[in-house]
Nanobody, 125 residues
């Protein structure tokens, strides 16, 4: 069993920054990927970024590349998402998730098996 708890969301204005955190506990996941997804009302769940816990390799969605940075702190079992230059289009419920596999970086939500409850990010214009 793996538990993931997100925090750091809030209401900000366009151009502002936020840092999301995802604290993990439970069974070991040191060889898996930890990813961020988001979902806005009426839209499908969207991949944001992922990181391999073991070697630190990262993968980003084109929509956030250059603005968002994913990182990890292995000692704290925590993954972060630094979000800069936020825009109203970034408004969504942001989820942290752990992948089933460790061999490749994946942007497919179906390949993640544990999910947090989400933290809301709202960006006003």
């Amino acid at each position: 069993q793996v538990q993931l708890v997100e925090s750091g969301g809030g209401l900000v204005q366009a151009g502002d920054s936020l840092r999301l955190s995802c604290a993990a506990s439970g069974r070991t996941f040191s060889t898996n990927n930890l990813g961020w997804f988001r979902q806005a009302p009426g839209k499908e769940r969207e991949f944001v970024a992922t990181i391999n816990w073991s070697d630190g390799r990262t993968l980003y969605a084109n929509s956030v590349k250059g603005r968002f940075t994913i990182s990890r702190d292995t000692a704290k079992n925590t993954v972060y998402l630094q979000m800069n230059s936020l825009q109203p289009a970034d408004t969504a419920l942001y989820f942290c998730a752990r992948s089933k596999w460790s061999r490749v970086l994946t942007a497919l939500s179906a390949e993640y098996d544990y999910w947090g409850q989400g933290t809301q990010v709202t960006v006003s214009s």
